[in-house]
């Protein structure tokens, strides 16, 4: 990526990081410039397509990206090349706006488009529908509570980059793990070591009714069960084996135009789950220590997703709200520890497939509710209480 520095009410000389001499280059055409409305505005030039961000500091420090929202022109998109624009209403966005006399700067920053920033946001509705934007936190996002703006589980789908490029990390549990010989029995979440070879974005949310609804154009088969009334938040489920793999993902591809858009392998499900940790659960914590600040359990159906604490990713239900499908028939063996998978994937030719992130109806204490935890889904099934997220390469 590469920044450019403009400076407002103060004079700076722009500073650029250091990037490599292939990545877009950014130069400084003009200085920031606020309006009579306080509305700052700064141009810029591109010698070539790229995604761009801002920030804005006050001497020397960002104000927080929660005080970046409502900018607009030339920014968190994907720009072509040439002289550009992007503004912000300083006034609008930022609570207890003030200057001073203090040093202030505008930060851009021109992104690869093959090295997006952190979140990418589609758009599900409107005459737009697939547009994309992109932010560096989910505090940026438009709306009051950002990601977690309820606009954000129905109108659009918001997706975390995961740096998982040329990790190896430990997958599966080990033998003492509490808990692991309650469900799948010793053997069946192995541990073994895996190398991922790209960094790929991962849906925030397990895919919503509304979500499918604004894509697809039409309502899941699973609105209602036995008189529960399922609603706009809540994650699809009651998937059918059938129509999961043969009919919503792709035409859910087709309606953003977007064909990188599948469904996590079990490898990448379980690294973007993790978050970094090899503890059994995500916050650090163990079986049987309490889980129902991170996870549903001993409930007949789904609840609203992202109201409970994220992993580290900023991902939420994870290890419990609807098991969630993989991209992987199931298999129980893996290379012992020791040994290194690159890139695993199982086959898919149409066997068991696996399933990763707990079970929510069971009514035990969340033993089932650990990062590791997995199980598979027969083929033979019509319906069952499974939902998925969504991930997309680039």
Request: charged share 20%.
């Amino acid at each position: 990526m590469k920044k450019e520095i403009f400076a407002f009410a103060a004079a700076i000389s722009a500073v650029s990081a250091l990037a490599d001499a292939n990545d877009p280059q950014i130069q400084k055409v003009g200085e920031a410039m606020q309006d009579l409305a306080r509305v700052l505005t700064v141009n810029y030039t591109l010698d070539e397509p790229a995604i761009v961000t801002f920030d804005v500091k006050t001497n020397g420090v960002s104000i927080g990206a929660e005080n970046l929202k409502l900018a607009y022109g030339d920014v968190h998109r994907v720009v072509e090349a040439g002289t550009r624009s992007l503004s912000w209403p300083a006034y609008e966005a930022w609570p207890g706006y003030k200057f001073n006399n203090g040093e202030v700067s505008v930060e851009v920053t021109a992104w690869a488009t093959n090295s997006p920033p952190d979140y990418m946001v589609i758009k599900l509705v409107g005459e737009d529908k697939g547009a994309r934007t992109f932010y560096t936190a989910p505090e940026q996002l438009p709306g009051v509570g950002g990601v977690t703006n309820d606009m954000y589980k129905t109108d659009y789908l918001v997706m975390r980059r995961i740096p998982a490029a040329g990790k190896t990390y430990r997958m599966g549990s080990p033998t003492t793990e509490v808990g692991r010989d309650y469900t799948s029995g010793a053997g069946e979440e192995p541990l073994h070591y895996v190398c991922l070879t790209n960094d790929f974005y991962i849906s925030v949310f397990e895919l919503t009714q509304g979500q499918y609804t604004n894509a697809l154009g039409r309502a899941p088969n699973n609105t209602t069960k036995n008189g529960y009334q399922f609603t706009a938040t809540h994650p699809v489920n009651l998937v059918t084996y059938s129509s999961f793999s043969g009919t919503d993902l792709p035409q859910f591809r087709n309606s953003v135009n977007l064909g990188a858009l599948t469904i996590p392998t079990e490898a990448e499900w379980e690294f973007a789950c993790r978050a970094g940790t090899l503890s059994a659960r995500y916050d650090g914590s163990e079986y049987p220590a309490d889980v129902s600040h991170l996870a549903w359990y001993g409930h007949d159906w789904p609840q609203d997703v992202g109201l409970l604490q994220p992993n580290g990713f900023g991902l939420y239900d994870m290890i419990g709200n609807v098991p969630e499908v993989c991209l992987d028939d199931f298999v129980s063996a893996y290379a012992e520890v020791g040994s290194t998978m690159i890139a695993p994937r199982g086959s898919t030719t149409g066997g068991n497939r696996v399933l990763r992130g707990g079970q929510l109806w069971w009514a035990g204490d969340g033993y089932m509710h650990r990062s590791a935890w997995r199980y598979p889904w027969g083929n033979g099934s019509a319906w069952m209480l499974f939902g998925y997220r969504l991930v997309c390469t680039f």
